[in-house]
C-alpha cells in the first residue's frame, strides 16, 4: 500500500536481481535529492508532509496490517510537473514475514492543462526491510517491489496502468507459483468528486493481473492469485490541516483470498480481502 498500496535477504545468500534493481532505484533517488537540493531552478519546488493513523491499511483491496490500525506518514517535493518523495506504513509480519514496515520511494513526471486533461508517469518502489520469505521457513525471496506507472486523465476522473518490473511482492518459485510474476499489472480507474465544501467523495476500481499461479492448487482448487477490487472513499476537511475519512473497500476471488494463512503461523488465517471498512484521521503540513 501508498500515499494516494499483497518481502531482504541474509550476507550468506545471493541478493535477487530484483532487489538490485530496487537498490539501485533508491542510489538513484538519493542522488536525484542532493541535486534537487542544490540545483537553485528545482530549489523553488514545494514540499508537503502528512501524517496519519488508520484503523486498517488497505492496499488494493488487501489489508497489510492484518485488519489492525497502522501509523503513515511521508513528504513530497513538487516543481512544474515533477515530484518525488517518500512514504512509510506499518505492516503486518503476518504478511511481511521479518519485517514491520513499508518504505516506499517515488517518482514521476506529469503536466495538467487548462482543459482538464492531464497526464503522468513514474517509478514506484516499495520496500519491506529485513522481510524475505526464509523468515518463514521459504526459499530465500525478497518482497520488495519495483513498479512503472503511466496514467491520464481528463478533470475528476484517472485511468493508471501500473506494471512490476520485479517478481509482485513476493510472488514466485519460493512461494510457490510456476515462475516469475514479473509483468504483473494493476489497472486502476479512480474518481474524485466535492459534493459540498470541505468534502471529498472517491471512487475506485481496479484490477490485478498475476502472470503467474500456484504450481500446486489451494485445497479448494483456487491456482490464480489475479483478482478486482472497489472502493468508496468519503472524507470530510476538518481544518487547514486535518481530515477525516471513511473507506469501504470490497476484493473478489474469495476461493483466493478468504483463508489467507499467516507466514508464521498456518493455522493463523485471515479473509485479507472481502469487504472491510476503514477510518483515517490525517494531518498534511
Known amino acids: 500500500m501508498a500515499p494516494s498500496r499483497i518481502q531482504l535477504p541474509g550476507a550468506c545468500c545471493p541478493v535477487p536481481r530484483g532487489t538490485r534493481t530496487i537498490q539501485s532505484l533508491a542510489r538513484a533517488t538519493a542522488l ?4 534537487l537540493a542544490t540545483d537553485p531552478c528545482r530549489a523553488s519546488g514545494a514540499f508537503s508532509g502528512n501524517l496519519a493513523v ?10 497489510q496490517s492484518w485488519g489492525q490500525p497502522a501509523l503513515q506518514g511521508g513528504g513530497a517535493f513538487d516543481h512544474r510537473g515533477f515530484d518525488a518523495g517518500i512514504w512509510l506504513s506499518s505492516v503486518s509480519t503476518r504478511s511481511y514475514p521479518g519485517g514491520g514496515r ?14 482538464g486533461l492531464h497526464w503522468r508517469t ?3 518502489g516499495y520496500f519491506y526491510p529485513g522481510a524475505n520469505l526464509d523468515r518463514a521457513q521459504l526459499p530465500p525471496q525478497s518482497l520488495n517491489t519495483l513498479e512503472a506507472n503511466a496514467a491520464i486523465g481528463w478533470r475528476w476522473l484517472t485511468l493508471q496502468y501500473n506494471r512490476a518490473l520485479t517478481n509482485y511482492f513476493g ?13 504483473s499489472s494493476y489497472w486502476q480507474l479512480d474518481a474524485q468528486f466535492r459534493p459540498a465544501p470541505n468534502w471529498t467523495l472517491g471512487l475506485h476500481a481496479g484490477r490485478t493481473h498475476y502472470t503467474t499461479e500456484l504450481a500446486a492448487p489451494l485445497p479448494d482448487g483456487a491456482r490464480n492469485p ?3 477490487d472497489y472502493g468508496v472513499t468519503l472524507t470530510r476537511q476538518l481544518d487547514t490541516h486535518w481530515s477525516l475519512g471513511t473507506s469501504l473497500t470490497h ?3 474469495a476461493a483466493w483470498y478468504r483463508d489467507t ?3 508464521l503461523d498456518a493455522n493463523d488465517t485471515l479473509n485479507v480481502g472481502g469487504t472491510r471498512v476503514a477510518i483515517m484521521l490525517q494531518g498534511t503540513f
Open 54 to 63: 488508520v484503523s486498517d491499511y488497505v492496499f488494493r483491496g488487501l489489508t
Open 261 to 263: 494463512a499467516s507466514y
Open 102 to 115: 513499508e518504505i516506499d520511494v517515488f517518482a514521476s513526471e506529469g503536466r495538467r492543462y487548462r482543459s
Open 32 to 35: 536525484a535529492a542532493m541535486l
Open 251 to 253: 476484493a473478489t476471488n
Open 226 to 228: 489475479s483478482y478486482s
Open 171 to 183: 510472488a514466485g518459485p519460493a512461494a510457490g507459483f510456476r515462475g516469475s510474476s514479473r509483468g
Open 122 to 124: 513514474g517509478v514506484y
